[in-house]
């Protein structure tokens, strides 16, 4: 079987009250259109078409890719003309269509769908529902054979109580569909062209319309208003949340946890509350996470152990490495093994050796620390002039006394040692101790300064 994909994602999304075509909200940081071209690829299709019409230019600016085809619709005439469309770039001998605003679709799912359809069969997802209002019913015979969809505001009374709703996510043999979509009318009450009339032609035909169900009804939800995207935010972070779990992660509430990209885990990782993992995170056995952490692109090591408040981004954590709690680890920070990043310590592009100790209130930007290093409470790296980034460099057994300003370019070597407080601005060589601060003098029997009376 081949197989061409059609997405449906032309329409405006008025309840949605926003200048961002409707398409184009994010669930857990990826736009709905982008859920649905990723479970789309899984399938391996021949071609992706995706329909678009609202906001045309800015989803296909935003989602451009050498994979997909857009077909412009420029008037919204209904779904079945919204896959017409797209009829003349279709070459496979099936065609799935999907929703660019139901997002949560199981590859799983639309693989058991596929498995329905052939030359004389259509596979059609179908969905009870306790209250289908709005949705197209399914109408069977006295068979229980599908024979038609009709849509909520052409229903009758009868066909109304029908509790079986269309998903509009269905497979069709693509021989036939050119025939079929020519002689689709708009004659009825909405004035549209729909797809699901399509159904009826097809029994007509002879052909059979088989059904399947999704496991979750979530799965094909739309998200119509900002309400109905957040009930299904929630949904995805609860599938991501069991998903972890079933891995052998601890969350220790599931509810109060966020992936907003993709994330690889080892066993017995125990993630505290309010975590955000975004983009790629890579996260070893062993790995401990406190509570009101943000971590995104980022490789956590076995063993390490991040503390409250923390924010890395951009870092590899080396193996029982840790950092925080209040630590920030911002792109191209690179913690060897057991290296240490206490509270309020920012780096960014430093490399901190094996067992490196950075414990307080610290900034390494543009850093090299060699590994046994330990830097004092208040050191920064002065690496930038205003115009320029410059390194900084401290070899292995380095001691850093409190408060240093290290002005970069500059050298520290191997085991040297600098006094507290100082300015240090040329290179320590090794064994020596750098002290770079005004000498301390006392004064004799000063008066401090009295209260000036006001009269
Ligand atoms: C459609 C189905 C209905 C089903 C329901 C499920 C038809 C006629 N009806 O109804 O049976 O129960 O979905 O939600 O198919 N779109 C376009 N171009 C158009 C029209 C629509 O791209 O000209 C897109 C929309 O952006 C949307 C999807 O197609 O993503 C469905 O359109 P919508 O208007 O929401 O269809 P419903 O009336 O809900
Ligand atoms: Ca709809």
Sequence with gaps: ?????????????????????????????????????????????????????????????????????????????????????????????????LY???????????????????????????????DPSGYGRIVRDAQGQVTAIVEHKDASEAQKAIK????????????RLADWMGRLSNNNTQGEYYLTDVIAMAVADGLVVATEQPHDPMEVQGANDRRQLAELERHYQLREGRRLMAQGVTLRDPARFDVRGEVIVGRDVLIDINVILEGRVVIEDDVQIGPNCVIKDSTLRKGVVIKANSHIEGAVMGEGSDAGPFARLRPGSVLEARAHVGNFVELKNAHLGE????????????????????????????????????????????????????????????????????????????????????????I????????????
Excluded at 112 to 124: D, E, I, P
């Design 355 to 442: 067992g490196a100790k950075a414990g307080h209130l610290t900034y390494l930007g543009d850093a090299e620390v060699g590994a046994r290093t330990n830097i004092g409470a208040g050191t920064i790296t002065c690496n930038y002039d205003g115009a320029n980034k410059f390194r900084t460099v401290m070899g292995e057994d380095v001691f850093i006394g409190s408060n240093n300003s290290l002005v970069a370019p500059v050298e520290i070597q191997a085991g040297a040692t600098t006094a507290a407080g100082s300015t240090i601005t040329q290179t320590v060589e090794a064994g020596q101790l750098g002290v770079a601060r005004a000498r301390q003098r006392n």
């Design 164 to 175: 079986e709703g269309n998903t509009g996510i269905l497979a069709m043999p693509a021989a």
């Design 1 to 97: 079987m081949s197989l061409d994909i059609v997405i449906l994602a032309a329409g405006q999304g008025t309840r949605m009250r926003s200048a961002l075509p409707k398409v184009l909200h994010p669930i857990a940081g990826n736009s709905m259109l982008g859920h649905v071209i990723h479970s789309a690829r899984q399938l391996q299709p021949k071609g992706i078409h995706v329909v678009i019409g609202h906001g045309a230019e800015l989803v296909r600016e935003r989602l451009a890719a050498d994979d997909l085809n857009f077909v412009m619709q420029d008037k919204q005439l209904g779904t079945g003309h919204a896959v017409a469309q797209a009829l003349p770039a279709i070459t496979a001998d099936t065609v799935l269509v």
């Design 100 to 130: 660019g605003d139901v997002p949560l679709i199981e590859v799983q799912t639309l693989q058991r769908l596929l498995a329905k359809v052939s030359a004389s069969q259509l596979g059609l997802l179908t969905v009870n529902l306790a």
């Design 444 to 455: 004799e029997g000063w008066k401090r300064p009295e209260k000036i009376k006001k009269s």
